[in-house]
């Protein structure tokens, strides 16, 4: 009896181990897979993001270690327990044996894109056919027709072009096409597992997300839909990113000859000198200008020459040097007609 109850202890506390090691490993994939997606959407942005990210998956790979370790203990000491009944009657056959993959040498991102560049070129259509498929028997069979396409390559392809759809306001589209994106994600992360090809195993992928394993599918479920929200972030990003690019080029073409911006200064302009812009009355703003004090008047009058909103007029500026008056102020050509707030 205390032996079995040993045995029985023996086990829990194996299958504890494997149940945390397996957990951290999956933790572990999420985090690469999230770095994946931001080096290949966000290339040269979000670089404070990474480093969280990357900074999370060194720590998770720490526990990975930490758990791996530990089950190597106890299997030393499985090795090393006393022959019986219960040690010696085990399955003979529990596990399915790969080819294993062998090592890779790290590529440089130089050489990541040109690869990426050349694959494309090569297998647009057929990334394309498979990311319409919506069956788990047309998604195998795609794959079994087309092997070449079980790579990083058709993943990254695949996380752009969610990205452009969800840009393009193409929703359900962009919620089909993530689906086979984690569909292709899930295959690479199990051959990482493994440590095969991923072509040899994207098989076994399919039998059991098609058997209904639970615990698979749900990982599956809910990886789908926080990679949907992940793309749904990027590309409100991009568009924002587009939208500041696009106003700063109208505010660049809009400076005037002493680099300021006319909006922005008309925007600062006290209220009566405003409503002369508003109402483009030239005597009207001569008048204003008169009744404010010179300090102020010179300034706001400065930064509106400055910014394009007016010039003064040459004459005028001649004789107002020679003490024969005041300058006078005459109205900018207008280019837009009266698109431009601030520009009578």
Same mark, same amino acid.
């Given at each position: 009896?205390?032996?079995?109850?040993?045995?029985e202890?023996?086990?829990?506390?194996k299958?504890?181990?494997?149940?945390?090691?397996r957990?951290?490993?999956?933790?572990?994939?999420?985090c690469?897979r999230?770095m994946?997606?931001?080096?290949?959407?966000?290339?040269?942005?979000?670089?404070?993001e990474?480093?969280?990210?990357?900074?999370?998956?060194?720590?998770?790979?720490?526990?990975?270690?930490?758990?791996?370790?530990?089950l190597?203990?106890?299997?030393?000491?499985?090795?090393?327990?006393?022959?019986?009944v219960?040690?010696?009657s085990?399955? $003979?056959?529990?596990?399915?044996?790969?080819n294993?993959?062998?090592?890779?040498?790290e590529?440089?991102?130089?050489?990541?894109?040109?690869?990426?560049?050349?694959f494309?070129?090569?297998?647009?259509?057929?990334?394309?056919?498979?990311?319409?498929?919506?069956r788990?028997?047309?998604?195998?069979?795609c794959?079994?027709?087309?092997?070449?396409l079980?790579?990083?390559?058709t993943?990254n392809?695949l996380?752009?072009?969610?990205?452009?759809l969800?840009?393009?306001?193409?929703?359900?589209?962009?919620?089909?096409?993530?689906?086979?994106?984690?569909?292709?994600?899930?295959? =690479?992360?199990?051959?990482k597992?493994?440590?095969?090809?991923?072509?040899?195993?994207?098989?076994?992928?399919?039998?059991?997300?098609?058997? %209904?394993?639970?615990?698979?599918m749900?990982?599956?479920?809910?990886?789908l839909?926080?990679?949907?929200?992940?793309?749904?972030?990027?590309?409100?990003?991009?568009?924002?990113? %587009?939208?500041?690019?696009?106003?700063?080029e109208?505010?660049?073409?809009?400076?005037?000859?002493?680099?300021?911006d006319p909006?922005?200064?008309?925007?600062?302009?006290?209220?009566? =000198?405003?409503?002369?812009?508003?109402?483009?009355?030239?005597?009207?703003?001569?008048?204003?200008?008169?009744?404010?004090?010179?300090?102020?008047?010179?300034?706001h009058?400065?930064?509106?020459?400055?910014?394009?909103?007016?010039?003064?007029?040459?004459? $005028?500026?001649?004789?107002?040097?020679?003490?024969?008056?005041?300058?006078?102020?005459?109205?900018?050509?207008?280019?837009?007609?009266?698109?431009?707030?601030?520009?009578?």
């Amino acid at each position: 009896q205390a032996r079995v109850e040993r045995m029985e202890q023996f086990q829990k506390e194996k299958d504890e181990l494997d149940k945390g090691c397996r957990e951290c490993k999956r933790k572990l994939a999420e985090c690469q897979r999230k770095m994946k997606e931001l080096e290949v959407a966000d290339k040269g942005n979000g670089k404070g993001e990474l480093e969280k990210l990357q900074a999370e998956a060194q720590q998770l790979r720490n526990e990975e270690k930490s758990w791996e370790n530990k089950l190597e203990e106890l299997r030393k000491k499985e090795k090393n327990m006393p022959w019986n009944v219960d040690t010696l009657s085990k399955d $003979g056959f529990s596990k399915s044996v790969f080819n294993v993959k062998a090592e890779e040498v790290e590529e440089t991102e130089e050489q990541k894109e040109k690869k990426h560049k050349s694959f494309v070129e090569r297998y647009e259509k057929q990334i394309k056919h498979f990311g319409m498929l919506r069956r788990w028997d047309d998604s195998q069979k795609c794959l079994s027709d087309h092997p070449h396409l079980v790579c990083e390559e058709t993943a990254n392809y695949l996380v752009i072009w969610c990205i452009d759809l969800e840009v393009e306001e193409k929703h359900a589209l962009m919620e089909q096409v993530a689906h086979q994106t984690i569909v292709m994600q899930f295959i =690479l992360e199990l051959a990482k597992s493994l440590k095969v090809d991923p072509r040899a195993c994207f098989r076994q992928f399919f039998t059991k997300i098609k058997t %209904a394993d639970q615990q698979y599918m749900e990982g599956f479920t809910e990886e789908l839909e926080a990679f949907k929200e992940r793309v749904r972030g990027r590309a409100k990003a991009r568009l924002e990113k %587009a939208l500041r690019e696009f106003e700063e080029e109208e505010r660049q073409k809009r400076l005037g000859p002493g680099g300021l911006d006319p909006v922005e200064v008309y925007e600062s302009l006290p209220a009566e =000198l405003q409503k002369c812009f508003d109402v483009k009355d030239v005597q009207m703003l001569q008048d204003t200008i008169s009744r404010m004090d010179p300090t102020e008047a010179k300034y706001h009058m400065q930064r509106c020459i400055d910014s394009g909103l007016w010039v003064p007029n040459a004459k $005028g500026a001649e004789g107002a040097e020679k003490g024969g008056g005041e300058a006078v102020y005459e109205e900018i050509p207008k280019e837009n007609g009266d698109e431009e707030k601030g520009k009578p």
